[in-house]
């Protein structure tokens, strides 16, 4: 007899929708027959009707409140949106203090996860000019999933390549040695520093130039997005793969946004092993909604206009895109509303955990993505990336029983007051979707029903296999 049977659900795979039931013990899928054979089950569920998802692996993940006590995000309430939203492998990137520099701060880390994390988590190094090699070769052994590089912003200052290609080599050519994943936040850093500078100065000069001029000020949106165009992307993506094709190191390239990145990683496939990602927001929206937003518009890189994400949902329809991440990045409200002011007092950035899923779902509705696409894109691929696969990111016998029920039948509505980050907002506020997340099983349990979290933290930290 197993301890869990799930009958009559229609089972989505990248290939499609299967009619399976489910077979589970000891945290695991262990068959998965034509759905109307016989199962023993101690706990059987009915699922007729309705679809099942494996538990969606989000690579691109911040908790900026993980080990200090403070009023962002930490693993609790960030790990408890992923559980809602049906996100059940997080993974964390290391710019969020203290840093993830060393051995000593990826152990302390860890201990927290295994202590306060509802889902199950891996952990991203971060890596830059002061790195040492025994510091990535340590890392390497206590299992980061991937070793962060920041081109132009993010992390610290101390630890931005900037133009220094020495570094860049250097620090590529030590994780392939240890046979990790380097995962590339491109841009251009002096393009940036200048394209700031020449913006600050016009917005210094511009009372002046309204009265004198009658110019009107363009939406504060746009004002940050000219600091980072395209172009600044571009330069960070070749500069990565050129790189990385030299000394063979397998890149993971953040946060896609433009098809002239889409177009470029694609002439780099055959000379480099890389993979590459884009934000659900960046699929969601294009600049005009963005300056609807206001400063709750504002993420790195800008939101973009609507050809570039027309270009982006088909490179993820395509697979020229590999996967879709969250780069959940909970700004509270109050910091967010000083944007209103002066756009550069509010951090970029959007809370997304718990939307992932919804956001896609969205995407469904509107026929731009199937559940297939959904499927591929939030778990199969960011599992095979990083070397979850097959133990995440999929339904098959031997696979960790993680998995999402979704009921067709019944709409959902996304609200503020249902966000369970610190943030409490969602730029999806108002959205209604036609499918609800019914159900979410972490390795075979029950941790989330009708969006009512069941149980306490029991979150894994994983490793690539």
Request: some cysteine.
């Amino acid at each position: 007899m197993f301890e869990l049977v799930i009958q009559g659900g229609a089972v989505v795979t990248p290939d499609g929708v299967e009619q399976r039931d489910l077979a589970i013990a000891d945290g695991v899928i262990q068959e998965m027959p034509v759905a109307g054979e016989p199962l023993a089950g101690r706990t059987v569920i009915d699922a007729g009707g309705k679809y099942i998802l494996p538990g969606l692996v989000d690579a691109h993940v911040h908790i900026p409140g993980y080990m200090l006590s403070t009023r962002l995000d930490d693993f609790h309430s960030a790990s408890i949106a992923a559980a809602v939203g049906g996100v059940t492998t997080v993974m964390l990137m290391p710019t969020d203090d203290p840093r993830t520099i060393t051995p000593a701060y990826f152990e302390r880390k860890q201990r927290i996860g295994e202590r306060d994390s509802f889902v199950d988590f891996a952990i991203q190094a971060l890596i830059g000019p002061g790195t040492e090699r025994c510091d990535i070769e340590a890392m390497a052994g206590q299992g980061a999933i991937s070793f962060e590089l920041f081109l132009a912003y993010g992390g610290n200052p101390g630890f931005i390549i900037g133009h220094d290609d020495y570094e860049l080599h250097r620090l590529m050519q030590i994780v392939a040695e240890v046979g990790g994943i380097v995962g590339v936040t491109p841009h251009s850093a002096s393009l940036i520093a200048r394209l700031t500078q020449v913006q600050k100065q016009i917005e210094a000069t511009r009372h002046y130039r309204e009265i004198l001029e009658k110019e009107m000020a363009p939406p504060k949106v746009q004002m940050f997005a000219t600091t980072r165009p395209t172009l600044s992307e571009a330069l960070g993506i070749v500069r990565a793969c050129t790189v990385a094709a030299e000394t063979q190191t397998r890149i993971h390239l953040r946060a896609l946004s433009s098809q002239r990145s889409i177009d470029i990683v694609e002439r780099f496939r055959d000379l480099a092993p890389l993979s590459s990602e884009v934000m659900s927001h960046h699929l969601l929206f294009c600049e005009e909604e963005a300056h609807e937003l206001g400063p709750y518009g504002i993420i790195v890189p800008p939101i973009r206009s609507k050809p570039e994400r027309d270009a982006l949902r088909q490179a993820v329809r395509t697979g020229g895109i590999d996967m879709v991440v969250s780069d959940h990045s909970p700004v509270l409200r109050e910091d967010k509303e000083l944007g209103w002011a002066s756009i550069w007092q509010t951090p970029p950035g959007m809370p997304g955990l718990q939307t992932l899923l919804p956001s896609m779902l969205a995407l469904v509705d509107d026929g731009h993505l199937s559940l297939s696409d959904v499927v591929r894109a939030c778990a199969e691929q960011p599992a095979r990336a990083f070397g979850l696969y097959p133990r995440k990111g999929c339904l098959l016998p031997g696979s960790d029983a993680d998995l999402v029920i979704l009921d067709p039948s019944r709409p959902m509505l996304i609200d503020d007051s249902a966000q369970r980050s610190k943030a409490q907002y969602t730029t999806l506020k108002g959205r209604l979707l036609t499918s609800r997340i019914e159900k979410v099983f972490l390795r075979g349990r029950l941790i989330v029903d009708e969006e009512i979290v069941l149980s306490g933290p029991s979150g894994k930290f994983v490793r690539a296999a």
